[in-house]
């Protein structure tokens, strides 16, 4: 997809996938702008590898406000 898209747009794309693995391999493949990361979360099995990416490819990011026990229901849990 993300060839596909630059053939039409030069606009920075934002890559999703709830696999590192695939988010990597999305974002090899950007050539032009910024890139977003949708998203980061406080997930144990998730948070490290999503973050070296963003390190890495120097991306935006959409950070959510939740852990591995979900989304906070108060403002003692952020």
């Known amino acids: 997809m993300v060839n596909?898209?630059?053939?039409?747009?030069?606009?920075?794309l934002c890559i999703d996938s709830p696999s590192p693995q695939v988010l990597e391999?999305?974002?090899k493949l950007v050539k032009t702008g910024k890139p977003m990361v949708n998203s980061i979360t406080a997930e144990k099995n998730r948070f490290s590898s999503v973050l070296s990416l963003?390190?890495?490819h120097d991306t935006k990011v959409i950070a959510l406000c939740h852990d591995d026990t979900?989304?906070?229901q108060n403002i003692e849990r952020l």
Do not use: R
């Open 4 to 12: 596909i898209i630059q053939q039409v747009t030069d606009i920075p």
């Open 25 to 27: 391999a999305g974002l």
């Open 54 to 56: 963003v390190k890495k």
């Open 70 to 72: 979900g989304i906070p």
